[in-house]
DNA sequence: AATAGATGTATGATATATCATGAAGGTTGC
DNA sequence: GCAACCTTCATGATATATCATACATCTATT
């Protein structure tokens, strides 16, 4: 049975959690995805970061990052600018608008969190992260 | 910090479990995905079930397994014939050379969860799959 | 039997994931 | 200085996710 394969609960936990928390931002009436929304916090925290950077943060890729960014930037949550010391780069800064929206998705994100953890425990939550962490150790090639 | 947060652990575990079985079944030369691979499992232990509810038990929406089934009827991994009493639908039926690729793929899904699973004890294999579950309902809008 | 509603499938639009590659800029070693 | 290499970013191709919708067909009701 694929009910008893944990990679298969562990897919199904994720992608309800995701549908979950979307739906609740789009109920909301705020425009953005929880990927953009995940880059952006990531930029606002710290604006000196490449693509790559940002994607392994995140868990992304930096083809995935780069459209993304190029998405969050079209829409003006973002803006690039030049960087006189390395012609590559460009300086990310999120906008008031993006900041607007980084605020208004904050508490959703916070109730979102809370209601998918409800009923468990702190020690639940502390073992299921050290658990997930384990597998993705054992699934990380040793360098 | 993003590593506190449990859902950012979730989504960074199954995401490198997923690229480290894909991984695995390229390097064996197999010529499929994991979604494909999963739909094609489905379908080959029952085969009279429709789009959504294949959608149901792998967890894709009805758009996605139509596109798969289609990606695996072109590659002829399932072949689709007409029903006689229901013009809606079709027969689907793995071929040959789809039965082969899951011969193939079988042994490696085994040897990818294995390792994924190192170091962790049945007691905490049973254990992450029920906190995921109740993630997994508490995420579920009650009808 | 005709029609309204339900079901099954396909597909368009948009977003993301992955791999590969291209193009431009930067760094190092000689 | 320059050649080889590395880094950064952009983008094409393909696969999947999601929502909406279109279309055909089936079912139930009258």
Redesign the pocket.
């Known amino acids: 049975m694929l009910s008893n394969i944990l990679f298969y609960s562990l897919d199904k936990a994720i ?1 309800q959690y ?2 979950f928390a ?2 609740n931002i ?1 109920r909301a009436g705020i425009a953005i ?4 929304w995940l880059v952006l916090r990531v930029i606002l925290e710290n604006d000196d ?5 940002i994607g392994d943060r995140v ?13 969050l930037t079209e829409r003006s949550l973002l803006v ?1 600018e030049a960087l006189p ?6 300086q990310l800064r999120v906008t008031a608008e993006g900041q607007r929206i980084l605020d208004a998705v904050h508490p959703i994100v916070l109730s979102n969190r809370q209601i998918a953890l409800r009923g468990l425990s702190e020690e639940d939550t502390a073992q299921l992260q050290q658990l997930l962490e384990r597998i993705y150790l054992n699934c990380t090639p040793q360098p």
């Open positions: 992608k995701r549908r979307q739906a789009d995805t929880i990927d953009q970061l490449t693509q790559t950077e868990f992304k890729d930096q083809a995935s990052v780069a459209r993304i960014i190029r998405l690039a010391h390395d012609g590559r780069r460009t």
